[in-house]
């Protein structure tokens, strides 16, 4: 079973930023928080992870809260390309194994 | 850039046909996955494989079967294809402590 929670569905106008919030209150000390997205018809792709600092690569930020309960995407200024269905996922650290992908939240960027 | 690629990207074939599905990534990675994922189900594991002629089974492998024999290349076999096997079939592979996994575009196939 997924360990997170997400809304199934967000809009975002094009050009501002989205923040894609996920709960994950069971999360361990030693799981990390991995971000997924799948744009219709494509695999997923890997956007970002993080264990508990705030993180930050040229697609996205991570923002995870000091009790590590909960974290938010962040898409800082959204196109309309970014419309996917974006995934939320903890784990452990050098795991292997599957991913679980919970049901995400569909984000619309709107013009 | 990093690639995975799949055979095809839309596959029609009969019930009780044999069915090969294969993937190929350029990464040098030791880990390989297959996934279907299904409307409301979404992505459930089928098998992986951590190295060359090694498999493991995942959540759903009855009804498939694998093979590595060589590190790029991770096959799924349908051994007698079903419509319930109808679905869109998606390879990854990844490496190392926090395993990135990478996906290729997937294959829908349609069973009937």
């Known amino acids: 079973d997924a360990k997170t929670t997400q809304p199934p569905s967000m809009d975002c106008a094009e050009g501002r930023a989205a923040n894609l919030p996920c709960n994950h209150s069971t999360i361990s000390g030693n799981e990390y928080v991995y971000w997924y997205r799948q744009i219709h018809s494509q695999g997923p792709q890997y956007i970002i992870h993080g264990l508990k600092n705030n993180e930050t690569n040229e697609m996205a930020s991570l923002i995870i809260t000091e009790d590590r309960k909960s974290s938010t995407l962040i898409l800082p200024h959204a196109t309309l390309r970014d419309t996917a269905v974006y995934y939320c996922i903890v784990r452990l650290y050098n795991q292997g194994g599957k991913l679980i992908f919970g049901q995400g939240t569909e984000l619309s960027v709107k013009p | 850039d990093v690639k995975v690629t799949q055979s095809s990207r839309y596959l029609v074939k009969r019930t009780g046909e044999k069915v090969f599905l294969e993937c190929v990534q350029d990464m040098d990675h030791e880990n390989m996955f297959w996934y279907r994922q299904d409307p409301g189900l979404g992505l459930r594991l089928i098998y992986f494989?951590?190295?060359?002629?090694?498999?493991e089974k995942g959540d759903i492998p009855e009804g498939y079967s694998v093979s590595r024999e060589k590190k790029e290349r991770f096959s799924l076999i349908l051994e007698s294809a079903s419509t319930n096997q109808t679905s869109m079939y998606l390879c990854?592979?990844?490496?190392?402590?926090?395993?990135?996994?990478?996906f290729g575009p997937g294959t829908r196939l349609l069973v009937l």
């Open positions: 990854a592979s990844g490496q190392g402590a926090v395993e990135t996994q990478y």
């Open positions: 494989s951590y190295d060359v002629k090694m498999k």
